[in-house]
């Protein structure tokens, strides 16, 4: 958490740590644990604590947190975002890639886009799109333009697909492997 405009307090310890107590509450209270979260005094206007450590502060020693993966420290908030952790996203899951946008191509067709946020999306794969129930067959996957073998994790790419117009699917459908798991729409769920 940057605490930001440190230098309209006079750089003052009792404000920051009265906002990391209420801040700290609040984190807690939404089901996060306050030790795994950094909290650094920057003024962004004059750049304290963002890259290097400002003396205006000599009562702020840095910050540390706590997580599954270990312990870390730092002064600055540049130091806080490098630690913060890559969140994991299983390839060996069944493909789940919500749809940010479908474009029609001349000359190759119909290509939706979106991420892939589990799973392995692969060219000649058949996919189902929920809630359209739309099925149909992978013809090639993209990403900045360069053919790809396979879309993994993280990856936001483009698949072309046989048979279906621009009118059949559309941002928010969720593409699925129609042979594990495939997505489906649902009235209600738990989270």
């Given at each position: 958490?940057?605490?930001?405009?440190?230098?309209?307090?006079?750089?003052?310890e009792?404000?920051?740590?009265?906002?990391?107590?209420?801040?700290s509450?609040?984190?807690?209270?939404?089901?996060?644990?306050?030790?795994?979260?950094?909290?650094?005094?920057?003024?962004?206007?004059?750049?304290?604590?963002?890259?290097d450590?400002?003396?205006?502060?000599?009562?702020?020693?840095?910050?540390?947190?706590?997580?599954?993966?270990?312990?870390?420290?730092?002064?600055?908030?540049?130091?806080?975002?490098?630690?913060?952790?890559?969140?994991?996203?299983?390839?060996?899951?069944p493909?789940?890639?919500?749809?940010?946008?479908?474009?029609?191509?001349?000359?190759?067709?119909?290509?939706?886009?979106?991420?892939?946020?589990?799973?392995?999306?692969?060219?000649?794969?058949?996919?189902t799109?929920?809630?359209?129930?739309?099925?149909?067959?992978?013809?090639?996957?993209e990403?900045?333009?360069?053919?790809?073998?396979?879309?993994?994790?993280?990856?936001?790419?483009?698949?072309?697909?046989?048979?279906?117009?621009?009118?059949?699917?559309r941002?928010g459908?969720?593409?699925?492997?129609?042979?594990?798991d495939?997505?489906?729409?649902?009235?209600?769920?738990?989270?």
């Amino acid at each position: 958490v940057a605490i930001n405009k440190m230098d309209t307090t006079k750089w003052s310890e009792d404000r920051f740590k009265e906002i990391v107590k209420e801040t700290s509450n609040f984190i807690k209270k939404v089901g996060f644990n306050p030790k795994s979260v950094p909290f650094v005094p920057i003024s962004g206007f004059n750049g304290d604590n963002m890259i290097d450590s400002s003396p205006n502060c000599p009562w702020y020693k840095g910050w540390d947190k706590e997580t599954k993966a270990g312990k870390s420290s730092g002064k600055t908030l540049l130091d806080a975002i490098d630690a913060i952790e890559p969140p994991s996203r299983p390839s060996d899951k069944p493909l789940r890639l919500p749809l940010q946008d479908v474009y029609k191509i001349g000359g190759i067709g119909t290509v939706p886009v979106g991420r892939v946020e589990t799973g392995v999306i692969k060219p000649g794969m058949v996919v189902t799109f929920a809630p359209a129930g739309v099925t149909t067959e992978v013809k090639s996957v993209e990403m900045h333009h360069e053919q790809l073998t396979e879309g993994l994790p993280g990856d936001n790419v483009g698949f072309n697909v046989k048979n279906v117009s621009v009118k059949e699917i559309r941002r928010g459908n969720v593409a699925g492997d129609s042979k594990n798991d495939p997505p489906k729409g649902a009235e209600s769920f738990n989270a």
